[in-house]
C-alpha cells in the first residue's frame, strides 16, 4: 500500500542506540553531504534557500549522530540539557557560536547543551526523537522549540527515506473526488490540534521528573501548549518580541534573535 509500505521507520521501540536517532532527521539522511555514524563540515545545504542566497555561507559542523554541533557524552556525566526543535533550534543560517543553544551553554558551563534542532521536522517527529533520546543518551531537562503544528500534513516526497510520505492519506482519501477533498480540508485543522494535543501529552508522560520547558513560533501552537500542558511547562516567549533579525537564507532567526531567546529562557529558567 503507498505511503505505508515501511512502518518499521515510524517506531521509536525500535530505535535502540544514539546513532538510532538520526532516522529522525529525515533532511539530514537525503543531503549529499551527510556520512553516516560519521562527523563532517559541510557548508549551506544544496538546493536550501540559503544555499542560493548564499553559497559560501554558515559552516554546519554535524556529529557523528546527525546532528549539529558537539556532544559532550563524557562519562564523567555533566548535567544534560536536551534541546529538541525543527530549523529554528538547529540555526540554519547562523554561525554555531551565535545559536540560542550556544549562548545558553556558555551560561551554563556547568552543564552539557545538546542540539536536537532538525531541519523540517514536525512536532510528531520531535515527540518521537524525543522519546528516543530520553532512553539512549538520559537527558536532565528539556527545552523544545516546536513548529507551527499545522506541519503534520506535509506534501508528497519523492526521496524513499523521507518518513513524511507515511504521514499523507494513503488510499483512504481519493483525490478525484471533490467532496472527499473538501472534507479533509474541512477537517484537517481538527485533526492538526488533536494530533498536537497527543504528541504534547506523549511528552509530558515520558517526562516523569525531567524539566520539561516548550514554546513554539506560532501563536496558534503556542495557544494549545498553554491550554493543555501543566503549568510551568509553557515558556511564554512572543516570537514577534524575540525576533529583530533574520538568518542568512533571509527566513529563519538570525543572530541578534537567537540571542534574545536564549535571553528570555535564560531568564524562565
Same mark, same amino acid.
Given at each position: 500500500?503507498? +505511503?505505508?509500505?515501511?512502518?518499521?521507520?515510524?517506531?521509536?521501540?525500535?530505535?535502540?542506540?544514539?546513532?538510532?536517532?538520526?532516522?529522525?532527521?529525515?533532511?539530514?539522511?537525503?543531503?549529499?553531504?551527510?556520512?553516516?555514524?560519521?562527523?563532517?563540515?559541510?557548508?549551506?545545504?544544496?538546493?536550501?534557500?540559503?544555499?542560493?542566497?548564499?553559497?559560501?555561507?554558515?559552516?554546519?559542523?554535524?556529529?557523528?549522530?546527525?546532528?549539529? #554541533?558537539?556532544? =559532550? !557524552?563524557?562519562?564523567?556525566?555533566?548535567?544534560?540539557?536536551?534541546?529538541?526543535?525543527?530549523?529554528?533550534?538547529? +540555526?540554519?543560517?547562523?554561525?554555531?557560536?551565535?545559536?540560542?543553544?550556544?549562548?545558553?551553554?556558555?551560561?551554563?558551563?556547568?552543564?552539557?547543551?545538546?542540539?536536537?534542532?532538525?531541519?523540517?521536522?514536525?512536532?510528531? =517527529?520531535?515527540?518521537?526523537?524525543?522519546?528516543?533520546?530520553?532512553?539512549?543518551?538520559?537527558?536532565?531537562?528539556?527545552?523544545?522549540?516546536?513548529?507551527?503544528?499545522?506541519?503534520?500534513?506535509?506534501?508528497?516526497?519523492?526521496?524513499?527515506?523521507?518518513?513524511?510520505?507515511?504521514?499523507?492519506?494513503?488510499? #483512504? !482519501?481519493?483525490?478525484?473526488?471533490?467532496?472527499?477533498?473538501?472534507?479533509?480540508?474541512?477537517?484537517?485543522?481538527?485533526?492538526?490540534?488533536?494530533?498536537?494535543?497527543?504528541? !504534547?501529552?506523549?511528552?509530558?508522560?515520558?517526562?516523569?521528573?525531567?524539566?520539561?520547558?516548550?514554546?513554539?513560533?506560532?501563536?496558534?501552537?503556542?495557544?494549545?501548549?498553554?491550554?493543555?500542558?501543566?503549568?510551568?511547562?509553557?515558556? =511564554?516567549?512572543?516570537?514577534?518580541?524575540?525576533?529583530?533579525?533574520?538568518?542568512?537564507?533571509?527566513?529563519?532567526?538570525?543572530?541578534?534573535?537567537?540571542?534574545?531567546?536564549?535571553?528570555?529562557?535564560?531568564?524562565? !529558567?
Amino acid at each position: 500500500m503507498d +505511503g505505508i509500505d515501511n512502518l518499521s521507520q515510524l517506531s521509536p521501540a525500535l530505535m535502540t542506540n544514539k546513532h538510532d536517532l538520526v532516522k529522525f532527521h529525515e533532511y539530514m539522511l537525503t543531503c549529499p553531504e551527510y556520512k553516516p555514524n560519521q562527523a563532517f563540515t559541510c557548508g549551506p545545504f544544496k538546493d536550501s534557500m540559503e544555499w542560493e542566497v548564499d553559497p559560501t555561507g554558515t559552516t554546519y559542523n554535524i556529529n557523528e549522530y546527525g546532528f549539529r #554541533g558537539n556532544w =559532550n !557524552l563524557d562519562i564523567s556525566r555533566k548535567t544534560r540539557i536536551a534541546v529538541f526543535g525543527d530549523s529554528c533550534t538547529f +540555526g540554519v543560517g547562523v554561525d554555531e557560536q551565535d545559536t540560542f543553544i550556544q549562548h545558553l551553554q556558555s551560561w551554563y558551563p556547568n552543564y552539557s547543551l545538546l542540539n536536537f534542532g532538525m531541519v523540517g521536522s514536525s512536532i510528531e =517527529n520531535i515527540a518521537k526523537c524525543y522519546t528516543v533520546a530520553k532512553r539512549v543518551v538520559d537527558f536532565d531537562f528539556a527545552l523544545m522549540l516546536l513548529p507551527d503544528h499545522g506541519r503534520f500534513c506535509w506534501p508528497q516526497y519523492t526521496h524513499p527515506l523521507w518518513q513524511h510520505t507515511n504521514l499523507i492519506p494513503g488510499p #483512504g !482519501l481519493d483525490t478525484n473526488n471533490s467532496e472527499h477533498v473538501e472534507y479533509f480540508k474541512s477537517n484537517n485543522e481538527l485533526l492538526e490540534t488533536n494530533r498536537t494535543i497527543n504528541y !504534547l501529552n506523549w511528552i509530558n508522560d515520558i517526562a516523569i521528573d525531567k524539566t520539561l520547558s516548550i514554546w513554539s513560533w506560532s501563536r496558534e501552537t503556542n495557544n494549545i501548549i498553554e491550554q493543555v500542558m501543566p503549568e510551568g511547562i509553557f515558556a =511564554n516567549i512572543d516570537p514577534k518580541i524575540v525576533e529583530t533579525d533574520h538568518a542568512r537564507d533571509h527566513q529563519h532567526p538570525g543572530p541578534k534573535t537567537h540571542k534574545r531567546i536564549a535571553e528570555y529562557w535564560f531568564e524562565l !529558567l
